[in-house]
């Protein structure tokens, strides 16, 4: 890291520099004046030594400048004031030229390297002292809980060094950028090259219209991943004297702003993560817990009345049909309490869809045999047309969307007929389950998919209005829709579509072979 | 001949649960043990050597799918597993630790004895392949890889043939997609399940009088097929 302070330090030289010179100018005649007592003492090559030391110190002082100046004047000032003739320029032996020139030679010489010295070890502290700042900050940065205090820790060090005001942008919620104060900062509309700067990732260069600061840089906060916000820096003097060493300063405070948003974006996500695992963790429990605590007392009733039903001798009819009712019931409540924790499970939205490419033929199959001895009572026709795709879908749960739609059938239209049929239309398939029973009543189409709405209040049919709103779950979680419609030839519709998206592709051969038994 | 009677392990930790199906494997001329904990259970199978093993998959004490695995180490026993609705992927995973079947909570009695009955009848079938197999209007002819329906011949492409001969091999029992896609296509196979479905429903259209509603070439939702040989319903004709 180079001198940031060089540019001022620069400024500060020039006005401070006649003054220098001055002092220089002073200690040589300081040195002539405490020389001319000891020039008696002396011999004259001493007296050159302690003019070689002004000349050392002046430069370690005050730098080349005064140094070289320092030197001519000190040949000089010997010349005038110890060589004889005394008070002369002229000299007696010529051998003192060979004593001035060499006095004068080592004079720069001695000044050169002494200064150049100083500049170094004037730069290296600079140096350190830059690299120490740029510590603090970071340490700072990353003990900053927030974005406020990153941008209150990087405009102060910005202002510091470099007696700039700057801002930090951040996209809010919105993806909009909005800037984050650091303690008594002005309030700024951030300029439109930020979303520019923002958008690109590259830093731009803006005239803002309010003085004393004209012009700006917007530095994009670039991460490995994306560009988390801007740096806004504005600067009281036209922008093509910004040196390159606060360009590269500049940029550095960018990054390592950016790597501090960054990772307060990771702690935010990491605990949001934390706490959504926490309270899946306690619903599964819970509706693990529960669905095991409520399924051993049914499946205990159900084995019970199941073995009363099967005692040997049989049981008097009328214990027989007692017990055949208890299983009955048993399993109702059973289904009941599978379709509350189903609905449940749904609702926190957290099922895990097991999809799967698989022809619609084979789950309504399932699911028909599900129902064998309550559909035994109905006419069933399957209308399928041969040229159906496969369709993605979670076998179990659509397999129970037909379930609910079957025994809906069986509960309104008992002894009817039940039709189910299928059709590609544009990027859906829809299935359709028709009754020939009631139907539904007028304008309720809609609301008996809402949870725990029944069709027909007066019916006196069982049932409490799960059954549909499980279907309309399952159906949405898969993309799909599902309405119902009144027959016009009497009876209820219901329909539902599954998206066809993009089934895998399949041995063409192997399809033929497959349907040229169908027809 | 308290000797012929089959010995019954049954692994399960509700004690109501346990009440009840010891008295209808009982009834039916089982012997049983019983064993509430599953380690419990395994040290009852090494010592008491039950014919059959049914086991509850919500053990307190340990995974039933890790039991399962541990006594397929040294034991061939059929292991019925007694499983929840809702939970394909554990029946799955029991399925292929080596589970010969399952039934899920609430289930009939009569169900259940059907399943243990089939479990115990086809374990030395194995062994001896009949060579002719008929189940209704369908005959299969192993030796001649001939299959008639109705006294006509069906042609099968070679996959639905192993397909079909595999199942029959292991009529009555679960075969999960993942056990029947490596046995026909191989370990690389076990993800693409369609193909699978696809093959099946072939089969069906071949085979079955209404391919939409099958009565061999079962559907067990979400964990694979079971070739069914005798269509009687299963609640109904449990009694011999």
Known sequence: MSDVKLGRKQRWVNRASALSYCWAIVACMATTLVATPLLNIFDLANIVMLFLLTVVLIALRLGRGPAVIAAFLSVLLFDIFFVPPRFSLAVNDAQYLVTFAVMLGVALIIGQLTAQLRQEANAALAMEKNTRALYEMTRDLFGAMNGSQVAEIVSQFIRKRLSAPATLLLPDDAGELAALHGAGQPKTIPPPQASIAYQR???????????????????????????????????????????????????????????????????????????????????????????????TPLTVLVGLADSLTRARPPLPSRHGEAAAAIREQALRMSSLVHNLLDMARLQIGKVTLNKEWQPLQEVIGSSLKCLEAPLAQHRISVRLPPDLPLLQFDAVLIERVLVNLFENAVKYAPGGEIVIDAKHTGDVVEITVADNGQGLPTGAEETIFALFERGQHKTGVGGVGLGLAICRAIVEVHGGRIWATTNPEGGARFAFSLPVGNPPLINQELMEGAQRETS | MSEARPLVLLVEDEPEIRRFVRAALEEDGYRTIEATMASQGLSLAASAKPALILLDLGLPDRDGVDFIGDLRSWSTAPVVVLSARSAEAQKIAALDAGADDYVTKPFAVGELLARVRAALRRRPANDNETAVFEFGDVRVDHVRRLVERAQQPVHL????????????????????????????????????????????????????????????????????????????????????
């Open chain 1, 201 to 295: 990732g590259e830093a731009e260069i803006f005239v803002a219209a309010s003085e004393p600061f004209p012009l700006g840089l917007c530095l994009p906060l670039k991460t490995s991943m994306r560009v988390r916000g801007i740096l806004m820096v504005q600067f009281p003097e036209p922008m093509n004297n910004l040196a390159p060493e606060h360009r590269h300063l500049l940029d550095t405070i960018a990054s390592l702003a950016a790597i501090a948003i960054e990772r307060m974006h990771y702690v935010k996500v990491a605990q949001e993560a934390l706490v959504n695992a926490e309270s899946e963790r306690l619903r599964n429990s819970l509706l693990s817990t529960l669905s095991h605590d409520l399924r």
């Open chain 2, 157 to 240: 492409t070679p996959i639905e043939y192993h397909l079909l001969s595999f199942m029959l091999t292991h009529a009555g029992r679960v075969m999960t997609h993942r056990q029947l896609l490596k046995e026909i296509w191989g370990p690389s196979h076990v993800e693409s399940s369609h193909y699978l479905r696809v093959y099946v429903g072939s089969l069906r259209q071949k085979l079955e009088v209404d391919p939409t509603q099958p009565r061999h070439l079962l559907t067990e939702t979400g964990v694979g097929y079971r070739f069914q040989v005798e269509t009687a319903d299963p609640y109904k004709n449990d009694n011999p």
